[in-house]
């Protein structure tokens, strides 16, 4: 652990003066979950750290006409228990239950989630089954990309040091969406596979669907040859078991300290098959 | 002891330290502060096996705080640690064994100056081939690290004719089985704070499990005679036996560093130091046979037990012993061969956990007992019930099993209470998951026995105040197992005195002589005979006491009766402190030492017969899993089961240790996987080396059964270590059960079994 300097702006505009003044680069601070970890270990060389999880500009979840917009300093565990996430984003809601510990979800932010670039985050994998929007703030100046766009390989975005996400914005359009995760461990596990799906049906018929997988590729997964296959269908289980087989195609797991890429590749097949089931065969 | 029933032994009382743990009041060794104390961060070898040319300090140096570096120049005694074989040194000199190892210590000001300076020290060094494989170690082409062989210790066990009795068998069954690492993962990392005193003397607190080892360590690095050192334990927060012998070399090293900077100096470790360079169960290889009847009796046994050791040899020659010595079950056998190693290979040295050496072999052997049962087509469990120890029967050591023997009735009892007869082989799963039921039978000598026994006593020190207060110091620690609790209730019971009335603090080596190690599920037994012994006198002085008071008070002459801090006679009542009260009027002798030495044991090393331990606890297991065959996922659902423990002291803190015992078991059967790649540890976290929670906790269904052990005190023995030991292969035969997989490797992760069942089909 380094001695860092931690900054503690007001509003959104003192971030921008406080980047100004860090000569030596700096790191946002939002819920420290990854960063002090990682700073323990000597892996960031970053003495001023911008702590921006208090400022509101970054928090609130509000349902709008057409738009949900979730701050993207609001913690795991707000997002899934705002009725508004769980009511419009049922995969996000999900994925932010099963996240990490009781702890570690009042801590960690949605916003850090993506931020991280963790192959195997389970927020950032439904945030893009959920079709987010990041909106970025960079000294002020404001641009909306698809979150997705934002993750290039393992902990590696295309965000610049002075970009911060200010929130997450997602069509309101009712749907069904799943999250499902295999870890070492129920609970409290980092993700081996994880499977987000998102569809909507019009009279059983699947008119949209985006599946994601995570922790099987340098970055999320989206398997385009399986979504394609069930679209415009009415799929049943033998139709949803070979999207699953699509689904173990599209990865490119490895073999590391938590699992074999053999295993995790049948597993996308596993979990994907499971989720879509969930998603498309239930029957309200 | 007493005529009057027991009115503290066997009650489940409040844990002494239960308040202060539950409220945070414990103070734990890096809760304390002394004026002018530096802190100590260590520099760590970067490969598994390198020549050290010396250090680069200069980068060090310029950090604001930095004190001095220490090293191997800087021990002033023998630099060798004084465990079993004496073959580590304190610091390393010329070469370096393991990647992790202390090289050297940085003192500084302030714990975050001591790790950025430690951090920027340069070791100067050249590497040396390494091996990591402990049977690739034995070959005679792998690079020499003890010895000519690499092997740190090797036993056998010779009995009848074992080549006969299996060309003569009508059922031989062999396998292979492997076991990983299992890391304690105690919540409070090693850390000591040592202090120079007067005259030379140096005091170190600490949190550890075996203070003596301590005591000896900084005698022998400081080169100071033994009453110099004082060892003071501090609350310890969990050991599982990784404090048994590395906090002695962690007192050493702060010791070291106290002496040369002339300050207190405190070493407190990170949790990533504590995983790479700290103590750990030995992973396993076993060969193992079992040869039958056709009626199902076991005649031969035959085995070949492997060790990873790691490093150096620490407590690998002991580790061995205990797991050659219990290797063929819990089962009498006419014809015996084993034959074990402790091998030597670049990795940390492997240690005590919490069933030392057992946990391993009884996996391979209860693995392979249900293969047996399957080739005779016998039920496991009744083929187990055929073949156990029973009063009378022999071990495979040749020696005779006591009326202490509860394992038949442990069998029966998770027999019944699983259902066993009507579910095995018939729960019924959904969709992709199968359920399955699996047993398992173990025993576990308790104390050291032959293999320890120059360290097998203990002592103690009751003192009765006289505000009727009772002070009982001993050498055993208490490290969360409840120690402080059961011998309260044992000194409580002996002096006929108010179990509140009963305090005990952590040990401090200065009160007690040297009591042997806080190991081997003995400190119940030792310390409580010892506790005994010392209140003997004093009861016999407060007993008399009290029958004059009762008299003066107009009691008849005669029967007097003693229970629950009182004494009454005639209807008249004499409290306890009323009765010390007149004892320090008498001007009596109210503090008094005891002693207890284990019987002597009967082994031979030439041919591994005799006697080896004093007397045995015994276990059965039953556990009911699911298993996920498209994921391999297991889940224990449910844990039955039953321990002989001759009494249970405390039954509320007896069930505890099931509970914790088979949590941890089930760590190891399932999850537990400590990474090891070209000598370098590569989960040294919680988050990748990954322990069960209680999601993962099954529901418990345990009891105990006391078959009095007349030794013990108040016929307990000790048990503390048996709960961990049957559960991971109760799992792997009830995974077998279930989906018909059989992994023979611990831990049992999803990629195994679903690879078993890809196999399959």
Known sequence: ?284 | MSDNPLFCVGKSVTRKDALAKASGEALYIDDYSYGGMLHAAAVRSPRPHIRIKGFDARAAEKVAGFVMLVSAADIPGKNIWPVVKEDCPFFPETESRFQGETLALVLAETRLAAREAAAKVKVLCAELPFVEDPLAALEKSAPKIYGGNNVFSSYVIKRGDVEEAIRSADAVVEGVFTTNYQVHVYLETQGAIAFPEAGGAMTVYGSLQCPYYAHDAVAQALNITHNKVRIVQRVTGGGFGGKEDVPALVAAHAAIAARKSGRPVKLVYERDEDFISMSRRHPSWTRMVYAARKDGAITACKAKYVLDGGAYATLSPIVLWRGTVHAAGPYKIENVSVESFAAATNKAPCGAYRGFGQPQICFANESLLDKLAEKLGMDPLELRLKNILRPGDKTITGQVITGSCGLEEALVSVREKSGWAKRRGRLAGEGAVKKGLGVSANYYGVGLGAGGKYLDRAGAHVSVSKDGSVYAAVGNTEMGQGAQTVLSQIAAETLNCPYDGVRMTEVDTSRVPDSGPTVASRTTLMSGNAVIDACKPLRGRIFKAARELLSAKGAPEGAMEASGGEFRAGGKTVSFSEAVKECWAQRLKMAEHGWYAAPKTSFLPENGQGDAYVTYAYSANVAEVAVDTETGAVRVEKLYAAHDLGRAVNPRLALGQMHGGALQGIGYALSENLVYKDGALLNPNMSDYVLPSSMETPEFDCSTIERPYEDGPYAAKGFGETPLIGPAPAIANAVKDACGARVPGLPLMPEKVWGRLKDKA
């Open chain 1, 1 to 284: 652990m380094i001695p860092v300097t931690v900054v503690q702006p007001k509003k959104l505009s003192g971030v921008w003066a406080a980047a100004r003044a860090a000569k030596g680069g700096f790191k946002f601070l939002a819920g420290g979950t990854d960063l002090v970890i990682n700073a323990r270990h000597g892996k960031n060389a970053h003495r001023v750290w911008i702590d921006i999880s208090g400022l509101k500009e970054l928090k609130g979840i509000t349902e709008g006409r057409d738009k949900i917009r979730i701050g993207a300093a609001e913690t795991a565990a707000a997002v899934c228990s705002s009725p508004a996430v769980r009511k419009w984003l049922p995969a996000l809601a999900q994925a932010c239950r099963h996240f990490a510990s009781p702890p570690l979800r009042n801590m960690a932010t949605l916003g850090g989630n993506c931020a991280n670039a963790s192959p195997s985050a389970d927020a950032a994998c439904a945030l893009c089954a959920e079709q987010a929007a990041a909106v970025i703030s960079r000294a002020g100046k404001i641009r909306r990309v698809a979150a997705e766009s934002l993750f290039l390989g393992p902990k590696h975005t295309a965000l610049s040091p002075d970009d911060l996400i200010l929130a997450f914005e997602f069509p309101r359009r009712a749907h069904r969406g799943v999250f499902i995760k295999l870890g070492a461990r129920e609970s409290f596990a980092i993700s081996k596979v994880s499977a987000a799906v998102a569809a909507e049906l019009r009279n059983g018929v699947v008119c949209s669907l985006s599946i994601r997988l995570g922790a099987v590729g340098p970055k999320i997964v989206r398997p385009e040859s399986a979504e394609k296959l069930l679209l415009g269908l009415r799929p049943g289980a033998a139709a949803i078991a070979d999207a699953a087989r699509l689904c173990a195609e599209a990865v490119s797991p490895i073999d590391d300290v938590r699992s074999t890429a053999a295993y995790r590749r049948d597993m996308a097949r596993v979990i994907s098959k499971r989720a879509l089931e969930a998603v498309l065969l239930k029957t309200s």
